[in-house]
Each structure stands twice: as structure tokens, then as C-alpha cells.
């Protein structure tokens, strides 16, 4: 398949016998987004050179993306995209792996040899041991001659069995090797089956470079954070990273990185409304003859094998967080790096801040008596994409997490467990009966009182969190007595949850009670009581 497409006009055709540079480009950027990349390659052109090639291009990116740029003194003519077999194009890394297990081939090889030989020794030694055993008037009268020949035996078969046994060893770990690169290479030359070569006219006056970019689906980065809290000056340092890999089918070999939190994949525009029309019609039953009929006609068509694997070399290598922001955030990695193309990960630092917090613990009594210890500041600046966060608090590892900082106006990060903080429940009432006139509803009655104790040398502020019952219906009534009163009722807007803030003293306790009586129609029944 060959595209073309027309940049710049000559304003005179080239004469014949123009210089041709051939493949002399390297990919000098790359911009990541989060499913795709924009790769920016530069060749060098010679004065007077009419032509560049430049090959070993994914077989997937985008045609329609590519920009080309020149140097003064460099005129751009017209430009053609070709798909090349695989066996005319091979990327440096996969040419370095096939030389590597060729050369282990040899290696093998030879110590296969080096087998065989002392095998044949063995076997020779075995043979002559064997006929010196052998009765003969001669032999029985040469003992120091038989005393020779017994010892030469048994030297050589010692050198023959000990080079067997080295050969052994040394073959099994040619193979071991063997092996993995023979994984890796696998791995490149499945997504990398074919390659596209770019073919461009020009006119240079005058050498310089001319630039080629590009945009492919699939390389991606997905972010990776992690927060170290400090519990005694109450400061956590965030530092945000990338995972990031690619399977392009080239190879990204010391090249300037950029990541982008923008999404070139997404769609550009919205949807056009369309009218809401209603309509009324009669109910009309589906025949259940027809059901299966019409269940078979709706599944899609299975996919062939080989469209099947082109589409996922095609897809993202990471899961593509949704934004809804109205600007992008770019980041440039300090140093220059190189990735081969077979989805290998590596993971690379962006930011590093400190930010100071409040520490509070949070219970849940009425689901959980672990307290848990909670740092919040408010949400830094800029665009954070969802992501995996490993914390530590006080230098120790507590665990990790999913945090996304669209879920809330303020920074919340948990910093696992306080065992210093314990939580305990009595169940003060659990009672059931009639109510109203005449017993005409029934009523169920909920008393519960949670004491919660410090063994801290220092106040701690707390943070007591209780889902008390919520009606959804006129007839169902919900009477609610706590003491003290909360601080908030629907905490962080959620339906019924009461929320308590005090300072729990050092070495001290804090009791709540919660009160719910529930009546209902005695003909009626109720779901979600304990």
C-alpha cells in the first residue's frame, strides 16, 4: 500500500543524478499521552540530496498525522508511506537479540562437539580396560607394562567424565539463556510483525535537518504515586511518578520524554442534541418462539485470529483514565531514556513536593472498631490522574491504595491503622413491638453507645462517623436521639451519615450514644434492619 501526499510543490523539477540519503534519521522525541504517542524523528540531509528514506516505521501509526518540517535552504516536495515485510525491516533491538542467539546457538554447538569427544574417549578407555583384563602369558609377565597402561586409564577417564560433566554444566545455563532471549525476542516480534518506510523528495540547497512526526496508538504511561507522612511535624511528601512502556515496534533509544495528561484518542466534539419524543403504544407481547432467534441474530460475528491480534497490538498498554478538565498537564523527564519495544515498564520520577496536613483518626464503629489515621490539606494544584499510591507513615510502609483526586475538593490520603486508638460497642437496646392505637404499627427500637479510648501521650483530633437509618417511605418513620449532637448530619453529603469532631484527649476516652426508634404499618415489613 502506498500513500501519497503532496507537502510543497517544486517550483523546479530535480535534476537527475541528486544525492540520496538513505535511513539516516533518529527519533529525538517523544510526547506521551495515555494510550498513544507522538514521535518526532530527525534526519540529516546533505547538500544537494534529492531524496530521503526513512525506514523501520510502525506498521500502525497514524498516516494522516505526519508532519514535515525542514531547515532553511530545504525544500519540501511530495512524500510516500510503504509497508515493508518483516524480513526487510528489523529494528536494532531485534537484530541484537537474533545475533545473541545465534551466537549461544554456537556456543552450544561446540560444547556439543567437546560432549562427543570425550564420550569417544570414554568409550575408547572402556574398551582398552577391558582387553587388559584379558588372560595372556605376555601381559601376566609385564606387570610394570600393565601397571602403566592401568594408570593412563584411569587418568584419562578422569579427564574424559570431568570435561563431560563441565560440558553439562556449561550447556545448561547456554540454555537458560537461550531461553529468555528467545522470550524476548517473542515478545518483539509479535508486535512487530511488519514495518513502514517513508519515502520524501526534496531540494536542499544547502545540509540541514529535516523533521518527522507522527502519532501511534498503543505506547502509554499511567500514573504512580507515593506519599511518606511525617506524624510529628504533620507533613506529607507527595512525589508523583510515570509507569510507562511501549510496543510500538521501534525501539526509543536515549530520547527526550514527555508526558501529557491530554487524550488525542478521545473524542474532539460532543454529541449534537437530539429531540426527546414520547409517544404512547400498546403493549405488545414478544412471542417466545422468536426470542432465541432474534438472541442469535444480535451476537456479533466472532473476529478472525489475525484481525483479532492486530487489534490488540492497536490497543492501549495501560487503562485510560477519564479527564474532565479543560487543560492539559505536561511533564518533561529530566534525563533521556531509552525504551525497546516490548512493553517492558519502567517507571520514572515527575514531581516531588512537601504539602502540610491535619491528622485526624476516623472510626466507623457500627461497621469497624479499627481506627484508622487520615492526613488531609488542601487538593495541590494542577491535574492528577487516578492512580496506585503507595504511603508510608514515619519512614514504614503501611500498604497502598487507589487514589483519584476528582473525588473530593480536598486532599484525603489514609495512612493505615492506629492501634493506639481503640473503639468499643454496647448495645444498650434491640427491642420490638407494637405501637399507635390499638397496636395498628409496629415499632423496633436501636440504642447503641461507642467509647472510644486513647493511649496517645498527645491529643489527637477524631473523627466519629455513624450511617444512621434513612426512610423512603411516608409510613416509615425514623426517630433519631443522639447525644452529644453531631457535628454535621449528611457528612460529605451523604444521606443519613452523622459525623462527630472533637479532640480525643491524651491517655483519655470520648462516649456517643445513637437512639433510632422505627415504626412502620403493622401490615407492612421492613428491610435493612439488624
Not at 70 to 85: C, P
Not at 177 to 201: F, M, P, Y
Not at 503 to 511: E, M
Request: proline letters at 5%; hydrophobic letters at 35%; glycine letters at 6%.
Amino acid at each position: 500500500m502506498v500513500f501519497t501526499r503532496t507537502v510543497t510543490c517544486l517550483a523546479v523539477m530535480l535534476a537527475t543524478g541528486t544525492v540520496q540519503a538513505e535511513d539516516a534519521s533518529r527519533i529525538s522525541r517523544v510526547t506521551l499521552y495515555p494510550g498513544s504517542a507522538t514521535v518526532e524523528r530527525v534526519a540529516h540531509v546533505a547538500a544537494g540530496a534529492g531524496r530521503l528514506e526513512i525506514g523501520g516505521l510502525p506498521a500502525n501509526f497514524d498516516i494522516q498525522t505526519i508532519r514535515i518540517e525542514s531547515d532553511g535552504g530545504i525544500r519540501l516536495g511530495e512524500f510516500s508511506v510503504q509497508d515493508v515485510a518483516r524480513t526487510e525491516a528489523i529494528n536494532p533491538r531485534q537484530s541484537e537479540l537474533e545475533s545473541r542467539i545465534l551466537a549461544l546457538g554456537d556456543q552450544i554447538a561446540q560444547l556439543d562437539v567437546e560432549r562427543q569427544s570425550a564420550e569417544l574417549v570414554t568409550g575408547y578407555l572402556k574398551g582398552l580396560g577391558e582387553s587388559s583384563d584379558e588372560a595372556s602369558p605376555h601381559r601376566a609377565n609385564d606387570t610394570r607394562n600393565l601397571a602403566a597402561t592401568l594408570e593412563a586409564i584411569r587418568r584419562g577417564g578422569s579427564d574424559a567424565l570431568g570435561r563431560i560433566q563441565r560440558v553439562a554444566v556449561q550447556k545448561r545455563t547456554l540454555e537458560q539463556q537461550l531461553a529468555a532471549l528467545q522470550r524476548d525476542l517473542a515478545r518483539i516480534t509479535e508486535s512487530n510483525r511488519d514495518s513502514r518506510k517513508l519515502v520524501l523528495t526534496l531540494a536542499a540547497e544547502r545540509g540541514g535537518d529535516v523533521r518527522v512526526s507522527y502519532q501511534v496508538n498503543g505506547p502509554g504511561w499511567q500514573p504512580t504515586y507515593r506519599a511518606t507522612l511525617d506524624s510529628t511535624s504533620g507533613k506529607v511528601e507527595l512525589v508523583r511518578q510515570a509507569l510507562i512502556a511501549q510496543n510500538s515496534g521501534e525501539d526509543w533509544s536515549n530520547v527526550a520524554l514527555r508526558l501529557s495528561t491530554g487524550q488525542p484518542r478521545a473524542a474532539v466534539q460532543g454529541q449534537e442534541p437530539r429531540p426527546w419524543l414520547l409517544a404512547l403504544r400498546e403493549p405488545q407481547p414478544l412471542a417466545k418462539s422468536y426470542a432465541p432467534m432474534m438472541a442469535m441474530a444480535a451476537a456479533p460475528a466472532p473476529l478472525a485470529r489475525s484481525d483479532a491480534r492486530a487489534r490488540e497490538r492497536a490497543e492501549p498498554l495501560f487503562e485510560v483514565a477519564e479527564l474532565q478538565n479543560m487543560y492539559a498537564t505536561e511533564f518533561e523527564v529530566p534525563a533521556k531514556i531509552s525504551l525497546p519495544s516490548d512493553s517492558h515498564k519502567i517507571t520514572v520520577q515527575l514531581t516531588h513536593q512537601s504539602i502540610s496536613v491535619n491528622q485526624r483518626v476516623q472510626v466507623l464503629p457500627r461497621q469497624d472498631t479499627t481506627a484508622y489515621l487520615i492526613a488531609s490539606a488542601a487538593r495541590p494544584q494542577g491535574v492528577w490522574l487516578p492512580g496506585e499510591i503507595q504511603l508510608y507513615r514515619d519512614d514504614t510502609y503501611v500498604g497502598a491504595s487507589r487514589w483519584n483526586a476528582q473525588d473530593s475538593e480536598q486532599l484525603e490520603l489514609p495512612f493505615g491503622r492506629d492501634d493506639l486508638v481503640h473503639v468499643s460497642v454496647a448495645h444498650n437496646k434491640a427491642t420490638s413491638g407494637s405501637a399507635g392505637i390499638i397496636g395498628s404499627r409496629r415499632e423496633r427500637q436501636i440504642a447503641d453507645t461507642y467509647s472510644v479510648t486513647s493511649q496517645h501521650r498527645q491529643a489527637v483530633e477524631l473523627l466519629l462517623l455513624e450511617p444512621s437509618p434513612v426512610s423512603n417511605h411516608e409510613d416509615l418513620k425514623v426517630e433519631k436521639t443522639f447525644t452529644p449532637k453531631p457535628t454535621k448530619e449528611d457528612w460529605d453529603d451523604k444521606n443519613g451519615v452523622a459525623a462527630w469532631k472533637t479532640t480525643l484527649p491524651a491517655g483519655g476516652s470520648v462516649k456517643f450514644s445513637v437512639d433510632y426508634r422505627i415504626t412502620w404499618p403493622k401490615e407492612d415489613s421492613v428491610t435493612g434492619l439488624p
